[in-house]
């Protein structure tokens, strides 16, 4: 059960990237920008404030963003407000349930995705964290939080090796996978240089 809504969690996608964009602001901003667009005013960007608050306010601005998809952001953010909750408590079991609700009104969300892969990292499932947390990144490459989670579980993770042997004297050696270039047989006898690509 749980392996096939990881997988709707991670096919999942959106073609409305402005709406998930909304995501990412507290419910008091999004009540802000709510008002703006009722009131049809337009709405100031602090310099500085990050790309993504800046293009919020952009398509905020364009006309991109309605009143529905603001009232659908609140909505989807009263969820993950419950998955925040439970995090902070140290309940990431229940946290991971609440952001999979919030998923499911918001497929492909790349901030519920991150914050999942950060859920699974607290209780060390480490290759469960790594997926939502690359698939995250994929969604969104840009961006720096994603980006810093990713690279903390990336650490979390035990280098894998793999057994190499010498083509000379066939002694084995271990060695992290992904490296190429070239390495000396530790066997003194032999002491030969080899090129590798694990
Ligand atoms: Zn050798």
Redesign the pocket.
Known sequence: MEKEEIHIDLQADSARRDRMDLLWLDPQHLLTLKEAVERGIAVDVEHGAGDLYERVIGNVNGGKIAVDDLNWALEVDALAAKAEAASKAGDYRAAIRHYRAALRLAPGCDLYIMSIGSCYGHLDEDELALRYLERAAQISPSNPRIARNLAAARSNLPERRVVVS??????KLRLPVGRSGTVK???AK???S?AIST
Do not use: E, T
Request: charged share 10%.
């Open positions: 010498c083509p000379h004297c066939q002694q047989c530790p066997n032999c002491a030969k080899f």
